[in-house]
Each structure stands twice: as structure tokens, then as C-alpha cells.
């Protein structure tokens, strides 16, 4: 019963707005409500007999209001999905690098043993042992209980494990280096 005067006072408040109706019929909904019955008033409180003199066609004031009203939200949803559309056709085709998602996974699991560095110790005479997968750096840090060091480079990400004269070492390239070259800049 709710839902039903809810909907009859909201049409008739579209219609009391939008035109003259509403200073003519007063439609005020009455009704008794039991269990398994809905009952009618038997009488209305205020009639009156005659009929139309004329008929008057009452202008519809609100008409610009609403057509502009509903242009501007249509253009304002028309932007926003343009510009989602734009935006997503430019981040489709960008791919992340494996050795940038391997860095960031690496960070997530092994944020406890895992350091960031700007520099590294200089190498005295150090021995320098390269590692196939990162995986095998962290077993051997755990098992010497020192951190991993990670530094940043243009492209690729190194990490390390010193202990004493040994220098355990993992380089994962975002770009694959050149056959031939095992790692070393060219002088």
C-alpha cells in the first residue's frame, strides 16, 4: 500500500509541476487497508455536478527546463565514458616487464629480508658467484642470515649477498643483454 501512494503522489507531483492539472483535481487517495481486503471509501467528501464550460490548453512552463536539463546530463555521460574509453585504450597495450613483476612480487614475499641500496660496497677482492634464480639468493641469505641487496638499475635489477669475500649475486635484465657480452659494460 506504501508503494502505491508513493507512486500515485510522485505522478501527481510530475503532473502538478510539469502542467495545470494539479490546481484542478486533488487526488487525494483514501483507503482502508485489513487483512485480505482493501476497501473503498462508499463516498467521496466533495462533489459537484456541471460540466466543462471550455477547455484551456495550459503551456508547459518546464519543457525547455527538462529538455536542457536532460541534454547536460546525457553530454556529461557522454564525456565520462568517452574519456573511460580513452583511458583504457591507452594502458591496454602497455606490457610490464617480467623482471619489473618478478621485483615487485620479490618485494611483496621477501619484504623482511629484502633492502633497497642507492650504491654498493666497492669489491676488494671479493669472489663473485652468480645465481640462476632469485630464489636460490634467498635460500642461501636465510641460510646465512644476512639481507639481500637490491639496486635499481637502468635496465635491470641486481641482488645481492655478501658474506666475508663472497658476493652472491642475482641479475635479472628487464631487456635480455646481448649474447656474448656475460653482463660486462663495453670500454
Known amino acids: 500500500m506504501f508503494f ?4 500515485m503522489n510522485g505522478l501527481i507531483g510530475y503532473f502538478r509541476y510539469f502542467s495545470m492539472i494539479g490546481l484542478i483535481i486533488n487526488p487525494d487517495l483514501k483507503v482502508t487497508l485489513g487483512p485480505n481486503q482493501l476497501a473503498w471509501p462508499n463516498e467521496t467528501e466533495e462533489t459537484k455536478t456541471g460540466s466543462f464550460a471550455e477547455t484551456v ?3 508547459n512552463t518546464g519543457r525547455n527546463t527538462t529538455i536542457t536539463g536532460s541534454l547536460a546530463v546525457l553530454g556529461i555521460a557522454l564525456a565520462v565514458f568517452l574519456y573511460t574509453y580513452w583511458s583504457y585504450s591507452q594502458t591496454k597495450g602497455i606490457q610490464i616487464p617480467a623482471a619489473e613483476i618478478e621485483a615487485i612480487r620479490a618485494k611483496k614475499d621477501h619484504k623482511d629480508i629484502i633492502v633497497d641500496v642507492q650504491t654498493l660496497p ?8 652468480p ?3 632469485l630464489g636460490e639468493l634467498i635460500k642461501i641469505a636465510d641460510a646465512l642470515l644476512k639481507p639481500v641487496l637490491h639496486q635499481t638499475e637502468v635496465d635491470k635489477h641486481a641482488y645481492y649477498v655478501t658474506d666475508g669475500v663472497t658476493r652472491y649475486q642475482y641479475i635479472s635484465a628487464v631487456y635480455p643483454e646481448p ?6 659494460t663495453p670500454s
Open 57 to 59: 490548453v495550459a503551456p
Open 122 to 129: 666497492p669489491m676488494k677482492g671479493q669472489v663473485v658467484i
Open 179 to 184: 649474447e656474448g657480452t656475460n653482463g660486462e
Open 4 to 7: 502505491l501512494n508513493w507512486l
Open 131 to 133: 645465481l640462476d634464480s
